[in-house]
Structures are given as C-alpha cells and as structure tokens.
Nanobody, 122 residues
C-alpha cells in the first residue's frame, strides 16, 4: 500500500536544483518524523534527511550533512514535506523516497511512497 505521494523529480542538468514534494495519506503527517531516502540502482536505500513535523527538528545523514546542498522543510498548511537539492551533481542521480515513522533511526520508518526519480546529467 502506498502511503505517500512524491513528486518533483525529473531530468536536470548538473548545477541545477530540484524540489521534491511529499504528501502523506491520512494522519501520517501529524506527529511523525518524515524523511527522505534515496536509492541508486543496485545499491542499498539510504536515509538523506528527516524532519519532526511538530517540533520542526531536522536531521541530515552524514553523507549530506556538510554539503549544504540538501534542505528538508515542511508546510503544515499543506501537510507537505519538501527536499530541496541545490548544485546537483551526477552522483545525486537516484530514486528518492518519502517515508513516515516514529524516527529514532533510519530503520524506524514504516510508511513509504513509490519514489520519484532524479536524473542529473553532466
């Protein structure tokens, strides 16, 4: 069952930006951690960024934390979570998934979307 609807992916030139959107179903937005993961074909899915929707606390994976290119944010009125990726690089090419859960670790997310593909060309 698909619990999230992601959008905003596409084919982008290196150096450009994308803003991915995630709209969860039902009451999944309220009180949960919302997160973005990414998966490169043939590799393990990895967490990228997460946000606690009540407190607004954010968390970034070590792989993106010091790069200042990834920003997770929320819009409570729209119950939507975003992932902004700036200065895109070919290595950002992946399927990006949105998830909801209790947080605590990257393994505590049980509600997923089908993903949105981001392809960065050099």
């Amino acid at each position: 069952q698909v619990h999230m609807v992601e959008s905003g992916g596409g084919s982008v030139q290196a150096g450009g930006s994308v803003r991915l959107s995630c709209v969860p179903s039902g009451n999944l937005y309220s009180g949960n951690w919302m997160a973005w993961f990414r998966q490169v074909a043939g590799e393990v899915r990895e967490g990228v960024a997460a946000i606690q929707t009540i407190e607004g606390t954010t968390y970034y994976a070590d792989s993106v934390k010091d790069k200042d290119r990834f920003t997770i944010s929320q819009d409570d009125a729209k119950k939507t979570v975003y992932l902004q990726i700036d200065r895109l690089k070919p290595e950002d090419t992946a399927t990006y998934y949105c998830a909801a859960g209790k947080g605590g670790s990257w393994y505590d997310f049980g509600y997923w979307g089908q993903g949105t593909q981001v392809t960065v060309s050099s």
